[in-house]
């Protein structure tokens, strides 16, 4: 299997986040982050913005329990654009979801300030979707993504990918 290298484009600062294990996501009236593996094959951070070493000197020891690593530094200021995919397992059988939700959040441990949330109603097939937003971006304001659903049951998110594109400010 091939690896790639990201290519390098002057002024532009990227990190690109992918997760295939399947996150269980509780039927709950809140949102929850969805996490991200540090140095997964899929996934680039060249310019260090998703890093175990939180900047209070922690470290996430377990990127799949810990709500800390499903967090996107940016590594500057400027015009961000963020990206989402994410794929839900179907809904359970009788009173299953009707609704699936998903957000970026600047902030999400701190005062959160959401931004391009979404609702929406399951579609036949799988429950695939994709979503771009634009926002200014500082270092010292971290940024997730969320989710959510109203199953009676646990749903599992069963791929995600959460990318942050920096262009430099004029």
């Known amino acids: 299997m091939a690896t790639h290298e990201p290519l390098a ?3 532009v600062q990227v990190c690109s986040l992918k997760v295939e294990t399947p996150q269980l996501i509780e039927p709950a009236a809140t949102y929850q982050t969805v996490r991200f593996p540090y140095g997964a094959a899929e996934s680039s951070d060249r310019f260090n913005m998703h890093q175990a070493l939180q900047p209070d000197g922690t470290t ?5 329990t810990d709500d800390r690593s499903g967090l996107i530094r940016p ?6 654009q963020l990206y989402a995919m994410i794929q839900w397992e179907p809904a359970s059988g ?4 009707t609704e699936l939700r998903d957000q970026f959040v600047r902030n999400p441990f701190g005062v959160a300030d959401t931004t391009a949330t979404e609702h929406r109603a399951p579609t036949p097939g799988m429950q695939c979707y994709v979503k771009g937003h634009g926002i ?3 270092p ?4 997730a993504l969320r989710v959510m659903h109203n199953d009676n049951a646990p749903r599992r998110v069963t791929l995600a990918e959460f990318k942050l594109v920096i262009h430099e400010a004029a």
């Open 136 to 138: 200014f971006v500082s």
């Open 75 to 80: 590594s500057r200021a400027g015009w961000g």
């Open 140 to 143: 010292d304001v971290p940024l």
């Open 94 to 97: 009788t009173n299953g979801y």
């Open 60 to 64: 996430v020891t377990d990127w799949a």
């Open 9 to 11: 484009i002057p002024g």
